[in-house]
């Protein structure tokens, strides 16, 4: 009689009463395939499908690498693929659909149950964190845990990480250490690149990297503080169910063959653990469908791994390759572009997005003056298309990072056009630019307790109830003083405060009143830009990569906001403006109503999966887009090349390209040269635009 599978080791079995052992060695596997009459398909695929779609949708069984550009249906291709596999007779308890939103999963598993016309409960199918949880609740004793452990949000994992710095011996007092927010992306990074602590440091945090050796053990700690709990964190659902896999044989085998079809959405931004975690669910059959577009893997700095796409053949052999190039999105003209934009990177699987759509307009490459005008055109053209018939929100500003829109918004509010911004506060509302303006504000008005306790409270060691202490002795000290208190007077008066400050930030209190008194002096204080920047050095620099995993991109934000601070002649003037522009913001987001028209302003890498019938790439400067981090890399710099693809294919009907030729920085205009992206694409592809001023004088740039 043959088994429908070998056992690992020893067997045991039963023979005429008797207990007898065989050798798995000597046995044989004899696969049993369920009796089915022929197959009657009640979907039209032909029909339904391009013939890209369809002859990846009706593959044979085995690994399979499904490359669909932007545009192509990549959706499509994976949902008919799950009904195509049900309608063949695999059992829904035998498919795993893996996504990485719940959103995707959602619409997925309905559209499948349209198509099939019956209910699945048998089919499972989620995010990776999803089926993880789903998993775990059923063994985790397995590996230590009770099925009934808890879920930490990260405000939770926080908490206990406080929790586990409390209870160490290391010494935050000594040195400026990672605040909990900033500690739990480094142990996320960490876990979803299956890295050590110290390697992510070195990589992602080197200012913190002299202090690899607490850090690491703050993170052993946490993990036995979550074991003692019976609680996991985020990460934890994926990582100790790759664990549970990897130690317990008996339950890999269940796994691997109850699932004996894998499909995989977005696979171009699995990590390492997921990519782990398919390879081994698919170790015993290799039905894996893996569907992704390489060119659009831009999240390496939250831990995707490119190369999971990248080398799937070579991890998988015998992957079939299917290219799903038909774009339903963009006109030829658009796709001509993203096409020329991405054939420079070297590490990719090739591929030639093809137009479904009719001839359109060509994308225009702009050329401005500055940033400023750059944001006045984009206003006035926005306004102009309005007028066209194209509704705000069908038009999108896309940009590298956060403070290249900061001249946008700021024309944009002025204009009266409303806009909304997808990845996140508007410039002025964001936390670092408010804090940089709480020292501005106690510089120019001592008397401002608004500003005095949010600067205190960005010291380590003290809360609400210290800053409100140090205040009112601060506001005694201030009232000895004859005359109106200056710029002058805060350090002298934050320094006789310092009996009174908590041990833990005596040693940034000295420093914050030594960078005060360096600001404060006259021929500094009548220079905004060197105000902003030398408290930036003196000061701000350390608080803000203590307290934000971002710190890099808010470093950007607050340079950014010194060149703009170079256009006003004092701190007052830049005060004033600034405040106007956040009441201003203020007022026009209060009466939003849902069916309210609004431009799109959104960075990149929050733009993935949209599209818009208009779009505007701003900012395409060398150093601003690709960054200024990327250009020395290969590997970052054609992350950014396809994050440029990206910006791109967003465009259905219309693309703008535009560039500044001037940029202030340290009270001064410099030079900036046109995106090298910008010089990938055969010029014959783009219609330049030469910015013209009303007096019908054309402008340096042409």
């Not at 960054?627 to 396809?642: D, K, Y």
Request: glycine fraction near 6%; aromatic fraction near 8%.
């Amino acid at each position: 009689m043959g088994r429908a599978g070998t056992s690992l080791g020893w067997g045991f079995g039963l023979l005429r009463g008797r207990l007898w052992r065989f050798n798995p060695a000597v046995a044989r596997e004899y696969v049993i395939r369920r009796f089915r009459s022929k197959v009657d398909l009640h979907i039209d695929y032909a029909a339904e499908l391009n013939e890209q779609q369809l002859v990846a949708v009706q593959s044979e069984p085995g690994p399979a690498l499904v490359l669909a550009g932007a545009g192509a249906g990549k959706t499509r291709t994976l949902t008919y693929r799950v009904a195509f596999l049900l309608e063949q007779g695999i059992a829904p308890e035998h498919i795993l659909l893996l996504t990485f939103t719940n959103k995707a999963a959602r619409e997925m598993m309905e559209r499948v149950r349209q198509l099939i016309g019956r209910e699945l409960p048998d089919l499972w199918g989620g995010t990776f964190h999803a089926i993880g949880n789903r998993i775990l609740r059923r063994h985790a004793e397995r590996i230590g845990y009770q099925p009934g452990f808890t879920i930490l949000d990260r405000e939770d994992a926080k908490d206990l990480l406080n929790a586990c710095l409390g209870e160490s011996d290391i010494d935050t007092k000594a040195t400026r250490f990672p605040k909990p927010a900033v500690l739990c992306e480094i142990f996320s990074l960490a876990a979803n690149m299956d890295r050590a602590v110290g390697a992510v440091l070195a990589t992602h945090y080197p200012w913190f990297a002299h202090l690899e050796e607490p850090i690491t053990r703050l993170a052993e700690l946490y993990q036995q503080r979550k074991r003692a709990a019976q609680v996991m964190d985020f990460d934890d659902l994926q990582t100790q169910w790759l664990r549970l896999l990897k130690e317990d044989a008996e339950l890999r085998e269940r796994y691997q063959r109850r699932f004996q079809f894998i499909l995989v959405d977005e696979y171009q931004d699995t990590n390492q653990i997921q990519g782990e975690l398919v390879d081994l669910l698919a170790g015993r059959h290799h039905n894996v469908m893996a569907v992704g577009d390489d060119s659009q893997s831009i999240y390496s700095w939250r831990g995707a791994n490119f190369r999971n796409i990248l080398t799937f053949p070579e991890r998988h052999p015998g992957t079939q390759i299917f290219r799903i190039e038909t774009n339903y999105r963009s006109t030829p003209e658009i796709l001509e572009v993203a096409n020329a934009a991405i054939a420079a990177n070297r590490h990719q699987h090739p591929k030639k997005l093809v137009p479904a759509r009719p001839s359109g307009m060509k994308p225009a490459l702009v050329s401005c003056h500055d940033a400023h005008e750059q944001a006045a055109f984009v206003a006035q053209r926005v306004l102009e298309l309005r007028d066209e018939g194209i509704p705000l929100e069908e038009m999108a500003v896309l940009y590298r990072s956060h403070f290249h829109a900061l001249e946008l918004q700021m024309e944009l509010t002025q204009r009266n056009i409303p806009f909304s911004i997808t990845s996140g506060l508007r410039f002025f509302e964001q936390a670092h630019i408010k804090d940089m303006a709480a020292f501005l504000r106690l510089l120019f008005n001592p008397a401002d307790e608004t500003a005095f306790k949010r600067m205190v409270l960005m010291l380590p060691g003290i809360g609400p109830k210290g800053a409100a202490r140090l205040w009112q002795e601060f506001r005694s000290a201030l009232g000895k003083g004859s005359g109106t208190p200056t710029p002058a007077d805060v350090a002298p008066r934050l320094q006789a405060l310092e009996p009174s400050v908590p041990k833990k930030a005596k040693p940034i209190w000295a420093q914050l009143n030594a960078t005060l008194a360096q600001v404060a002096a006259p021929e500094v204080w009548r220079n905004p830009p060197q105000v902003i920047e030398l408290l930036l050095d003196g000061i701000y620099d350390e608080l803000l990569k203590a307290q934000y995993a971002d710190a890099g991109n808010r470093r950007d934000d607050l340079d950014r906001l010194a060149a703009f601070a170079g256009e006003y002649g004092s701190i007052e003037e830049l005060l004033g403006q600034l405040a106007l522009l956040t009441n201003v913001e203020a007022e026009t987001a209060a009466p939003r109503t849902d069916d309210e028209e609004r431009l799109r302003l959104s960075t990149v890498h929050q733009a993935k999966g949209l599209e818009f019938r208009v779009v505007f790439v701003i900012m395409l400067c060398d150093g601003m887009f690709p960054s200024h981090r990327s250009v020395e890399q290969e590997e970052a710099l054609e992350e950014e090349r396809r994050l440029f693809y990206v910006a791109i294919t967003r465009a259905k009907d219309e693309l703008y390209l535009c560039w500044p030729l001037l940029r202030p920085m340290g009270g001064g205009d410099y030079m900036q040269q046109p995106s090298r992206f910008l010089g990938e694409i055969p010029p014959e592809l783009l219609e330049n635009w030469n910015l013209v001023s009303e007096s019908g004088v054309a402008g340096p740039w042409s």
